[in-house]
């Protein structure tokens, strides 16, 4: 990659001008990928995404000639430190990540620290297919712009499931969600945070709590973060001793909370994938009978996405790599719950008959049968003080 090159990409790239010109360059990204291996950092906790990156890269290595090295990981924020770490030193090229699934405030801090290449994002060919309309959090990452300093690779949303047969009026909005657990008190309960799951939770009771959220859209204040978060350590302390265990201990992540539902220890669990129940149905992990859920006025949802490191190695095999993750081929895999289940972020309205093919209609047992309108996140700022309070106030 020439010095012009690196100095076009510190630069907005907008309109017709910029498609066109990261189309004739294009040729040349391939070109100088071919043979380059991506050590892509991601996370390692699911056996159906492991297999999932298994194909992608053997279908990189046979179109592409790039090779993909899973690097499995079970927390960003290591990588995190350890691109710091390496500018620090001094390791402004030759890094030991090529690429990173990341989001929320790992992205954030990447950004601001200058630890990310790019803009490169919205100049991958198959980013024309984004929903960036339908889908603002492709753009927005927990209130914070991406500005194509990372591409979107799927989309969340906090969704609850159970059984029917013990839940068959789910409930449907935090107050609802309130009553049932003071009439089933054991029957439900979150991860322990900073478990991912568990904050999730949290943001989603501040929010429902508050009168405007847009207060949370902002990075968060010292001196009215007591007044701002109070809806939500009232909530909490209004139902904790009717949790599981009577709030002494809380599972350590969202699979305990699946294998709880499962035994029948719990009534309800919650999870960011709205898929994740028909997935756990179709491996036989939960029987059909169990169904999911959101809030009817919203919950909260965010786009997850893949970054590339300042000193990447192989920053072009990482383009490539993230172009193919986001063609309709790699794409409507990822989405079947056969494969993983993760819903995409493409316009599915702006693909051709064949490539809208790759996505599968099934109405599997366990889907989400009402949406409910996506919250975006709150600045990824606020994620550290309201977990240490959470801990102050709860840890055991």
């Known amino acids: 990659m020439t010095l012009n090159r690196r100095r076009l990409l510190s630069l907005p790239l907008m309109g017709v001008f910029a498609h066109a010109w990261a189309r004739n360059d294009w040729a040349a990204i391939e070109r100088a990928a071919r043979g380059?291996?991506?050590?892509?950092?991601?996370?390692?906790?699911?056996?159906?995404?492991?297999?999932?990156?298994?194909?992608?890269?053997?279908?990189?290595?046979?179109?592409?000639?790039?090779?993909?090295e899973h690097v499995r990981i079970t927390d960003t924020a290591e990588v995190v430190r350890r691109v710091r770490t390496e500018k620090q030193?001094?390791?402004?090229?030759?890094?030991?990540?090529?690429?990173?699934?990341?989001?929320?405030?790992?992205?954030?801090?990447?950004?601001?620290?200058?630890?990310?290449?790019?803009?490169?994002?919205?100049?991958?060919?198959?980013?024309?297919?984004?929903?960036?309309e339908g889908k603002p959090t492709t753009r927005i990452d927990f209130s914070e712009p991406v500005e194509g300093m990372e591409a979107p690779w799927g989309m969340a949303q906090l969704t609850f499931f159970g059984d029917r047969r013990r839940v068959p009026s789910p409930p449907r909005s935090l107050d609802e969600l309130g009553a049932f657990i003071t009439r089933h008190p054991g029957r439900f309960t979150y991860p322990r945070p900073p478990s991912f799951h568990g904050t999730t939770f949290l943001k989603q009771?501040?929010?429902?709590?508050?009168?405007?959220?847009?207060?949370?859209?902002?990075?968060?204040?010292?001196?009215?973060?007591?007044?701002?978060?109070?809806?939500?350590?009232?909530?909490?302390?209004?139902?904790?001793?009717?949790?599981?265990?009577?709030?002494?201990?809380?599972?350590?992540n969202d699979t305990a909370l699946r294998q709880m539902l499962s035994d029948g220890e719990l009534w309800i669990a919650l999870t960011f994938n709205p898929n994740a129940a028909a997935n756990h149905i179709a491996q036989g992990l939960l029987p059909d009978t169990v169904v999911s859920w959101q809030h009817r006025r919203g919950?909260?949802?965010?786009?997850?996405?893949?970054?590339?490191?300042?000193?990447?190695?192989?920053?072009?095999?990482?383009?490539?790599?993230?172009?193919?993750?986001?063609?309709?081929?790699?794409?409507?895999?990822?989405?079947?719950?056969?494969?993983?289940?993760?819903?995409?972020?493409?316009?599915?309205?702006?693909?051709?008959?064949?490539?809208?093919?790759?996505?599968?209609?099934?109405?599997?047992?366990?889907?989400?049968?009402?949406?409910?309108?996506?919250?975006?996140?709150?600045?990824?700022?606020?994620?550290?003080?309201?977990?240490?309070?959470?801990?102050?106030?709860?840890?055991?």
């Open 89 to 132: 030193a001094g390791r402004l090229r030759d890094g030991s990540v090529d690429a990173v699934w990341i989001n929320g405030e790992n992205f954030l801090a990447m950004k601001r620290e200058g630890l990310l290449f790019g803009p490169f994002a919205e100049t991958l060919p198959n980013h024309r297919w984004v929903d960036t």
């Open 36 to 68: 380059q291996t991506v050590h892509f950092n991601a996370w390692a906790g699911s056996d159906l995404i492991n297999a999932y990156l298994q194909w992608a890269g053997a279908e990189l290595m046979r179109r592409h000639g790039v090779r993909l």
């Open 205 to 252: 009771v501040l929010m429902e709590s508050l009168p405007d959220r847009r207060v949370l859209e902002r990075p968060v204040q010292p001196e009215t973060f007591a007044e701002v978060t109070a809806p939500l350590w009232a909530w909490l302390d209004a139902h904790h001793r009717h949790l599981w265990r009577g709030g002494r201990q809380f599972p350590a």
């Open 299 to 396: 919950t909260i949802g965010n786009t997850h996405f893949i970054a590339i490191p300042f000193n990447a190695r192989a920053k072009e095999g990482a383009q490539v790599m993230i172009n193919f993750l986001l063609s309709p081929l790699a794409q409507g895999r990822k989405a079947d719950i056969r494969h993983w289940g993760d819903p995409t972020v493409l316009a599915l309205d702006r693909l051709s008959p064949a490539d809208r093919a790759h996505f599968s209609g099934a109405d599997a047992p366990g889907v989400v049968r009402e949406p409910a309108p996506v919250w975006p996140e709150p600045h990824a700022s606020w994620v550290e003080p309201i977990e240490r309070e959470w801990t102050r106030r709860y840890g055991v």
